[in-house]
Nanobody, 125 residues
Framework: QVQLVESGGGLVQAGDSLRLSCAAS????????MGWFRQAPGEEREFVAA????????YYANSVKGRFTISRDNAENAAYLQMNNLKPDETAVYFC??????????????????WGQGTQVTVSS
């Protein structure tokens, strides 16, 4: 069982940066792939970025490539999402998620077993 708690959201202006954190409980954090997803009002939850347990595989949604960076610190049981040059249409609740290693694509939302409660990111124009 893994419990996830996100933090770092807030209100920023277009072009600003934010760093989201995801704190995980448990002693086997390194065996879990970690992903970040976001959900805007009235929209489906969408994939943003993911990182494998050892940090050797990283994937991004095309819309965030070059602006967002996912990372993790297994010694601290934490994952991070650095978001630069934020855009107003990226206003959403951002969720971190964890899954035990599987062959399913890391962008596959249904393959994640554990979810945090989300943190609100609001980008004003």
């Amino acid at each position: 069982q893994v419990q996830l708690v996100e933090s770092g959201g807030g209100l920023v202006q277009a072009g600003d940066s934010l760093r989201l954190s995801c704190a995980a409980s448990g002693r086997t954090f390194s065996v879990y792939d970690m992903g970040w997803f976001r959900q805007a009002p009235g929209e489906e939850r969408e994939f943003v970025a993911a990182i494998s347990g050892a940090g050797t595989s990283i994937y991004y949604a095309n819309s965030v490539k070059g602006r967002f960076t996912i990372s993790r610190d297994n010694a601290e049981n934490a994952a991070y999402l650095q978001m630069n040059n934020l855009k107003p249409d990226e206003t959403a609740v951002y969720f971190c998620a964890g899954r035990y290693r599987t062959a399913k694509p890391m962008s596959n939302r249904s393959s994640y077993d554990y979810w945090g409660q989300g943190t609100q990111v609001t980008v004003s124009s």
